[in-house]
């Protein structure tokens, strides 16, 4: 059973940068496509971005393009966002998970809180 740790979140103020991890127990390697999750307070989780096993095709929700860049270390069994120029509205809890999900595999998330 493959657990994921996100971790990396914090307070940051708009504009600024984060960097999120997520670490597996077990090889990632098998999923081909792996991606990134959030939930704000009183809001359904949302896809943000997706990428394949190699890199060659990722995916963003309309909200980040542009802001957001998500890349994957197979040989280390994990699974970054960078997080730029980031705003009041990105404030939630970050998950990573398969894509399409596997909900036995939602971690405990990270809390990303963008505020002045």
């Known amino acids: 059973q493959v657990q994921f740790v996100e971790s990396g979140g914090g307070l940051v103020q708009p504009g600024g940068s984060l960097r999120l991890s997520c670490a597996a127990s077990?090889?990632?390697?098998?999923?081909?496509?792996m991606g990134w999750y959030r939930q704000a307070p009183g809001k359904e989780r949302e896809l943000v971005a997706t990428?394949?096993?190699?890199?060659?095709?990722?995916t963003y929700a309309d909200s980040v393009k542009g802001r957001f860049s998500i890349f994957r270390d197979n040989a280390k069994n994990t699974l970054y966002l960078q997080m730029n120029s980031l705003k009041p509205e990105d404030t939630a809890v970050y998950y990573c998970?398969?894509?399409?999900?596997?909900?036995?595999?939602w971690g405990q998330g990270t809390q990303v809180t963008v505020s002045s």
């Open positions: 998970n398969t894509r399409p999900l596997i909900p036995t595999f």
């Open positions: 990428t394949t096993l190699n890199g060659d095709s990722t």
């Open positions: 077990g090889s990632i390697f098998s999923f081909y496509v």
